[in-house]
């Protein structure tokens, strides 16, 4: 399994089109072969800013979703918006399970 966070960092004044644009790339990327999960969340201390969280079920699910014309129509919103920074982490999960034993 893989998972990918990170967060993305725009013009605060084009907060509500990108909330926009990350609902439609969700929706989108959700129906695909081995998404798990993708989910965008505005912070909550500072405009402009998202956290992305990502779940895959294997690398080639990954790659796929980088060349579907969503994701790249994502891309163009994010230029639109003056993205200032982009830090997304891949990781490559060996092992999970509970946060607290129970």
Do not use: K
């Given at each position: 399994?893989?998972v990918?966070?990170g967060?993305?960092t725009?013009?605060p004044a084009?907060?509500?089109e990108?909330?926009?644009?990350?609902r439609?790339?969700?929706e989108?990327t959700?129906?695909?072969?081995?998404?798990?999960?993708?989910?965008?969340?505005?912070?909550?201390t500072e405009?402009?800013?998202?956290?992305?969280?990502?779940?895959?079920?294997?690398?080639?699910?990954?790659?796929?979703?980088?060349?579907?014309?969503?994701l790249a129509?994502f891309?163009?919103e994010?230029?639109?918006?003056n993205?200032?920074?982009?830090d997304?982490t891949r990781?490559?999960?060996?092992s999970?399970?509970?946060?607290?034993p129970?």
């Open positions: 399994m893989l990918v966070a967060t993305i725009f013009d084009r907060q509500a990108m909330i926009a644009a990350t439609r790339v969700s989108a959700r129906a695909e072969e081995g998404c798990l999960s993708y989910e965008f969340f505005a912070d909550l405009a402009g800013r998202l956290h992305l969280f990502e779940e895959w079920e294997e690398e080639r699910h990954l790659l796929a979703h980088f060349e579907t014309p969503h129509e891309y163009q994010l230029q639109a918006s993205v200032t920074s982009r997304i990781y490559h999960v060996s999970h399970g509970p946060n607290r129970s």
